[in-house]
């Protein structure tokens, strides 16, 4: 659609000025091109569909320089991009679920039924402004590992300046591979973007046995990361279920162990722990194994956020809130509504 002013609108709220002619064949700088040539490109490119190869061939310029040619469109104000306002946030299910649960807070991401791994990557772009708003200077944050928690860990050093946290690394690691998504590098991630300082935790998620956990749990090192659990300001945890569960993935424990913790009541896992449909520890070999945060100094701190996502992890989720395990939730909205479900037993 043309009007009177020569601009053109395009169905999806793309206006585009339209002052002029094709571009001379000599072309000099960018910044010495007039808005008549830099909208005769941007005319070939946003509204007759050519791509910049065919657009330089025509105009006789390298297609580096149509790129530059498009972008000074968009800084000089000839190519001017409108959108629909879209609150990726659902904040009625946000406030169903403060007033269910008694949360501190709720971030409900709206994801339209993406894969798995779509909505795990919405989950941590659009939650993370709202989660780095927690932050304060000098904080000590706790920090878990899982799929979600790297998602939101990469985007919020986009979203905040640094906070300067002392952040400490709350489980033990997983194996002896390093991977994106283990709680030693989401913490290292967060304190170099937040120019803070990392604390790890060097020791196996799991050990072999109660004695060998004892000797790692009173090595000097680990005695200093376990005095700062309890001088936590805010933790970020993910909330694991028995299906879904990176320790099976990854070979740390195999069938038969699940099927024990299965047979104890386990419903759901956080840093490692297993819990019960209450939200208690299950007492289980695992319990004395296991190198991370306890579940009752985890309750002590002021705020705990649940990072997770999708219905599958429903009863997971509700067993964490029931035991106040998590008073902070980040959840996608098919989650949310799988959860509220759960609790009301439909």
């Known amino acids: 659609m043309v009007d009177d002013a020569g ?26 091109e007039s808005d008549d040539d830099v909208t005769s490109v941007a005319r070939l490119y946003y509204l007759d569909g050519l791509g910049q190869q065919a657009i330089a061939a025509m105009i006789g310029v390298s297609r580096s320089t149509v790129s530059r040619l498009l972008t000074a469109a968009r800084e000089r104000g000839i190519v001017r991009i409108s959108v629909d306002p879209w609150d990726p946030r659902d904040a009625a299910l946000e406030r169903r679920l403060c007033e269910r649960f008694e949360l501190r807070h709720a971030v409900v991401i709206r994801t339209l039924r993406r894969s798995p791994e779509a909505v795990r990557r919405a989950v941590g ?14 904080q000590a944050v706790g920090l878990a590992g899982g799929r979600t928690l790297y998602e939101l860990v990469n985007a919020l050093a986009a979203v905040h300046p640094p906070t300067r946290p002392r952040v400490v690394q ?33 020791a ?13 749990v009173d090595h000097e090192h680990i005695r200093t990361i376990r005095d700062l659990f309890a001088a936590l300001d805010v933790a970020l945890v993910g909330i ?33 722990r297993f819990y019960d449909r209450s939200g208690r520890e299950c007492t289980t070999e695992y319990r004395d194994r296991v190198v991370s945060i306890e579940l009752d100094t985890l309750r002590r701190c002021p705020e705990v956020v649940g990072v ?17 395990l998590v ?14 479900a759960e609790r009301d037993g439909r």
């Open 170 to 202: 709350l489980m033990g690691n997983i194996d002896p591979t390093a991977s994106v998504i283990d709680p030693t590098e989401l913490a290292r991630m967060l304190a170099a973007r937040f120019e803070g300082t990392c604390y790890t935790l060097n």
């Open 204 to 216: 196996p998620a799991f050990s072999s046995d109660r004695r060998t956990r004892d000797v790692f």
């Open 308 to 324: 997770t996502n999708g219905p599958r992890r429903a009863r997971a989720v509700l067993a964490a809130l029931r035991g106040r």
């Open 125 to 138: 772009y659009y939650a993370a402004a709202a989660v780095a708003e927690r932050f304060q200077p000098g």
């Open 7 to 32: 601009s053109v609108v395009t169905s999806g709220g793309t206006q585009l000025g339209l002052n002029g002619p094709g571009l001379p064949a000599a072309a000099a700088t960018v910044a010495a």
């Open 327 to 340: 008073n902070s939730l980040v959840i996608d909205q098919q989650g949310a509504e799988a959860l509220l």
């Open 240 to 272: 694991g279920s028995l299906d879904e569960s990176a320790f099976v993935e990854r070979g740390v424990l195999n069938a038969a162990d699940f099927a024990a913790l299965r047979d104890a009541g386990a419903i759901g896992e956080i840093c490692g």
